[in-house]
């Protein structure tokens, strides 16, 4: 995404799998830099999850709140996966766990 200031990749694998190849995949988070909206406004800032959720704009009252509100929305994503029941990693092999603070 143009514009970023932050990204990560990390993986997903099913609890029950053993992981492979198969059975994990990686995902990329990106949250760009916050911006005036065009309006005038408030500020913006879009945050994304490579295939599986596109660029989506967040708006807050400055650009502190429009980067806060980002990865709130990156935490309920990365919350649902967990829910879904997938193990997030930092690494392929599964031995380093991830978790967005």
């Known amino acids: 995404m143009k514009g970023a200031i932050a990204t990560v990749e990390f993986y997903a694998t099913r609890a029950s799998d ?3 190849a198969e059975a994990t995949y990686r995902l990329s988070l990106v949250i760009d830099a916050p911006r005036r909206c065009p309006s005038g406004e408030g500020w913006q800032c879009r945050v994304a999850m490579a295939d599986l959720h596109p660029p989506e704009t967040i708006v807050g009252r400055d650009s502190i709140e429009a980067l806060s509100l980002a990865l709130t ?3 309920v994503w990365i919350s649902s996966l967990r829910t879904q029941g997938r193990v997030l990693t930092r690494d392929r092999a599964g031995e380093i766990p991830f978790e967005l603070l």
């Open 73 to 75: 929305q990156a935490r």
């Open 18 to 20: 053993e992981p492979s």
